[in-house]
T-cell receptor, first 111, second 113 residues
């Protein structure tokens, strides 16, 4: 399959540890944010979203934090598993705007 | 659950040829987006359609065109292909144009030789 993210920043974590992936966004008018996971040869897969009226949202093993003051978004993955290895993108949008994707981070889970 | 279907999965074309990529959105989704992703790059927005009308346009070359049909499927037509057009092309669909996530297909890998 296609190899995605050949030269992306890489975060390496031990299996079972928690992972934190960060994203800085630029548009202060953005009000809706999504984290996507992309595995090799596949399209981006929705993980979790958050709206600008929230600071934190939790899903199954994942938490997204939004800091509008510094325009920062983070994705926390609890008890990271080998299946979490992928490239992670944040995406932002505002009303009347299209989604803009961040540069992506490759997560590598070490056994 | 039904997902976004893209065809073909792989396509090899020569320079100056044309290509047509197809996208079938998730049932009841009325908005379709096309993105281009080069190696090691984030997806770049090309064009989107809402209720069969173009809703926004991004970095789509003039050699490319797209449309959304009455059954909501979409086609991306690419002419006078160049080597630099080699990339993954993703289609995504959503319900409405704002406030709902995009759901992506698995893409078409276009190779121009």
């Amino acid at each position: 399959g296609e190899s995605v993210g050949l030269h992306l920043p890489t975060l390496s974590v031990q299996e079972g540890d928690n992972s934190i992936i960060n994203c800085a966004y630029s548009n202060s008018a953005s009000d809706y944010f999504i984290w996507y996971k992309q595995e090799s040869g596949k399209g981006p897969q929705f993980i979790i979203d958050i709206r600008s009226n929230m600071d934190k949202r939790q899903g199954q093993r994942v938490t997204v934090l939004l800091n509008k003051t510094v325009k920062h978004l983070s994705l926390q993955i609890a008890a990271t598993q080998p299946g979490d290895s992928a490239v992670y993108f944040c995406a932002e949008t505002g009303y009347g705007q299209n989604f803009v994707f961040g540069p992506g981070t490759r997560l590598s889970v070490l056994p | 659950a039904a997902g976004v279907i893209q065809s073909p999965r792989h396509l090899i074309k020569e320079k100056r040829e044309t290509a047509t990529l197809k996208c079938y959105p998730i049932p009841r989704h009325d908005t379709v987006y096309w993105y281009q992703q080069g190696p090691g790059q984030d997806p770049q927005f090309l064009i989107s359609f809402y209720e069969k009308m173009q809703s926004d346009k991004g970095s789509i070359p003039d050699r490319f065109s797209a449309q959304q049909f009455s059954d909501y499927h979409s086609e991306l037509n690419m002419s006078s292909l160049e080597l630099g057009d080699s990339a993954l092309y993703f289609c995504a669909s959503s319900l409405g144009v704002h406030g709902n996530p995009l759901h992506f297909g698995n893409g078409t890998r276009l190779t121009v030789t």
